[in-house]
């Protein structure tokens, strides 16, 4: 079933009834080429991916809840390409690219607004790291403009810009950089791949793996058995709880992020605006929400909800930034499991066993890698060979030390995020 003007127009006039689900209800089968464990934006656009550019339709996506009931879902959306390292620079550039076609690619509404990333600094050191990233940025091909006060005040004047303690010395603005919805991202990506014969089954928690002789032969539901050729485990939050069913330790954390929503209010805040003294984050919806977002809760956790010493922490942020958010009433909050990798970056790789594979590590920045990861981990899965873009992401760099990147000196360390 496809979208356009036309049929919308046609269902419009008579009565919405010719609709049909976006994707089946499938049983499992005995047995899969693929199985990609989680539901979550990475794990089906993988499986889009594999049906798309490699042809493999023997595929199922088990998803133990229902599918954009994860961070997938629970994101601030924001979509951009303004890294720094070799390594994470081309990869989301690459995914970049994507999102730019992904509303025709799906045939599906992402909203992708293309509104644009601005990072604020308040320092000569911060301008000079804004400065150097900024051409990073525009050597990989992608765009980035290096604003001073006078720039900043033009596109967001609601700062407070006479601050004495953070004066707002400019920002890196990234125009291609902005905001999609987030479950149309994983609703498109499901759509896209049931209808290319790939099997997504919900409330079908995994519970074992299945190796022998150093070969992965199937996993364990709730569901029952299924075999498999080739497992991708893409489980965000809990791919340290997934992987140990393999009997694999890996390099995560797992640690809760919450964000906010206000009431919505009339536009005033052009795109995602970022504030460089600490963690804090806004955008708009088209709701006209005020979506908001800061740090890390300062303990690892399994718990995904929020709790008010954060609360208080982005709100004080968000005051210092720009005090008229203080008229703004919020709606709610709630809050996702990140798997924080010590590098801070993700891992798209093989595993030790045979026929196994992980992609993990997205910590708080996976949503914008949504199509990336998931074009690279499909190659990856389909060919047995890293895709280039995303070669760097090995898991034997935590043991090797080569090629560990880290754009902020933090990692897992939540306290400096
Ligand atoms: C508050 C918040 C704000 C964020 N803001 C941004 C942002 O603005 N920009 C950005 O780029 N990123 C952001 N992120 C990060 C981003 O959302 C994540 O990195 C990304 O969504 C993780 O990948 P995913 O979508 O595949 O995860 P998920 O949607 O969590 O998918 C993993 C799936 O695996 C399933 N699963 C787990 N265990 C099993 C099992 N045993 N069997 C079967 N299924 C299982 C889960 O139910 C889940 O559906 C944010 C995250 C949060 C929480």
């Known amino acids: 079933m496809g979208f356009s003007g036309l049929r919308i127009l046609r269902e419009g006039l008579t009565g919405n009834k010719g609709w049909k ?57 924001i979509v951009r390409a303004n890294y720094n390292l070799p390594g994470n620079s081309e990869f989301y550039s690459h995914s970049l690219k994507l999102w730019e076609g992904m509303e025709q690619e799906l045939n599906f509404n992402t909203m992708m607004s293309q509104r644009g990333v601005l990072n604020l600094f308040h320092s000569d050191s911060q301008r000079d790291y804004a400065a150097r990233r900024g051409n990073s940025m525009v050597n990989q091909g992608d765009d980035a403009q290096l604003l001073g006060p006078d720039g900043v005040r033009k596109l967001a004047p609601f700062l407070d810009f006479d601050n004495v303690r953070f004066p707002i010395y400019g920002g890196l603005y990234h125009p291609r950089g902005g905001t999609a919805r987030h479950d149309a991202v994983a609703w498109g990506y499901a759509r896209g791949a049931d209808m290319r014969g790939v099997d997504i089954i919900q409330n079908c928690e995994v519970t074992g793996i299945d190796i022998e002789n150093g070969q992965v032969r199937g996993v364990q539901t709730t569901r029952g058995a299924i075999r498999a050729k080739k497992v991708g485990m893409v489980v965000a939050g809990r791919s340290s709880q997934v992987a140990a069913l393999a009997g694999m330790r890996l390099p995560i954390e797992s640690h809760v992020l919450q964000a906010f929503v206000t009431e919505g209010l009339k536009p005033f805040i052009p795109g995602v605006v970022t504030f460089g003294m600490g963690h804090f984050y806004i955008s708009q919806s088209d709701k006209g929400g005020l979506v908001f977002g800061g740090d890390l809760d300062f303990y690892a956790s399994y718990a995904a909800r929020g709790n008010l010493p954060m609360a208080e922490h982005v709100m004080e942020a968000a005051m210092t930034l720009m005090p008229a958010i203080g008229k703004a009433r919020v709606l709610r909050s709630w809050g996702g499991i990140m798997d924080m990798s010590s590098d801070g970056s993700p891992i798209i790789d093989r595993t030790h066993i045979d026929g196994l594979y992980v992609n993990c590590g997205w910590c708080y920045g996976g949503f914008k890698a949504v199509p990336g990861s998931g074009f690279s981990f499909a190659h990856l899965l389909a060919t047995d060979r890293p895709h280039e873009p995303a070669a760097r992401f090995r898991l034997d760099r935590f043991a090797t030390g080569y090629s560990i990147m880290d754009e902020e000196g933090t990692g897992a360390q939540h306290n400096l995020h």
């Open 21 to 77: 689900p976006h994707w089946r209800d499938p049983e499992p089968k005995a047995e899969y080429d693929v199985i990609v464990i989680g539901g979550g934006g990475h794990g089906l656009a993988t499986a889009f991916y594999l049906a798309k550019e490699h042809g493999l339709t023997n595929v199922a996506v088990l998803e133990k809840g229902y599918i954009g009931g994860g961070n997938v879902g629970r994101n601030t959306t």
